[in-house]
């Protein structure tokens, strides 16, 4: 399959779609580039928690941060939505270390929040978002808050920004290599897998094989980070094949008719890439 037959196919799924897409991919072996929309602004949604998580790593590589201090959950920061801190007793004191596992992995809006004010605050993350070539990613609002949203807040990114910071990450570029090695590490372990992972033979991430050096054939480990509001379905990760092969793929939607339309769209664009890649590498 060549790359002009994939993005043939990309558009055939793009034709059922009932809303706006943004997409970026790129093969990391051959440096092969493809983009819908790619610079169009999207809410970040939870995928704004990857530069957080990689901020709060670099910070504690300073000697700014302890990853392993215990730390009391301000009541401010006790919001809904996704997450299981909510759920656990208010006595309980996470560490910065749990709290990105669980920013990333479970998609915790408290940890979210609570992480926030231990970096600096936004300005702090969209600084570091600019400091790493992401001009129009930013922070402005904590998870939840939907007063700041309804002034005109958002969290903003673009595909094409996320798809560069996930590169960075691959070739480990955001501080040293262990700060990119341990978000790649904390973004395979995410348990919300219905769309990127979720129709291709991903490994799940309780399996023992997720962080070997060798991949079986046939499989595929995918570190990513999944966003999602109202009518608004994002997924973006680092796909990693058999024989050391590297693939970026960011989708971002809004506009939806509906999310389940949205997160099954994720999914088929997400095969027709795999697709093109097992066949291009022969992995």
């Known amino acids: ?166 590169k960075q990450l691959v070739n480990n570029e955001i501080g040293s290599a262990s700060i990119s090695e341990q978000v790649i590490s904390i973004m395979k372990r995410q348990q919300l897998n219905l769309k990127l992972p979720y129709l291709i033979p991903a490994l799940e991430p309780d399996d023992p094989d997720i962080d070997s050096d060798t991949i079986k054939e046939g499989t595929i480990v995918v570190a990513h980070k999944t966003g999602e509001l109202f009518k608004v379905q994002h997924d973006v990760g680092i796909f990693l094949l058999p024989k050391g092969y590297k693939y970026i793929l960011a989708i971002y939607t809004k506009d939806l008719s509906t999310d389940a339309h949205g997160v099954n769209i994720i999914a088929k664009l997400s095969k027709v890439v795999y697709d093109y890649m097992v066949e291009s590498y022969k992995c």
Do not use: W
């Open 1 to 166: 399959m060549s790359m002009r037959e994939m993005e043939k196919n990309i558009y055939s799924v793009l034709s059922e779609l009932d809303g706006t897409v943004g997409l970026y991919f790129e093969d990391i072996q051959s440096g092969d580039q493809f983009n819908i929309n790619g610079n169009m602004e999207f809410s970040a949604a939870s995928t704004i928690k990857i530069p957080l998580v990689s901020l709060l790593l670099t910070k504690a590589e300073k000697g700014e941060i302890d990853l392993g201090a215990q730390v009391q959950v301000e009541e401010s920061n006790r919001v809904g939505g996704a997450g299981i801190i909510k759920e656990l007793d208010h006595l309980y004191k996470p560490t910065p270390m749990d709290m990105a596992r669980l920013a990333i992995v479970l998609s915790d809006n408290i940890a979210t929040n609570q992480l926030i004010d231990l970096v600096g605050g936004p300005e702090e993350v969209t600084n570091f978002c600019r400091g790493v070539n992401l001009k129009k990613t930013k922070l402005q609002r904590k998870m939840m808050d939907l007063e700041s949203l309804e002034a005109g807040k958002d969290n903003i990114t673009t595909p094409n920004e996320m798809g560069y910071l996930l």
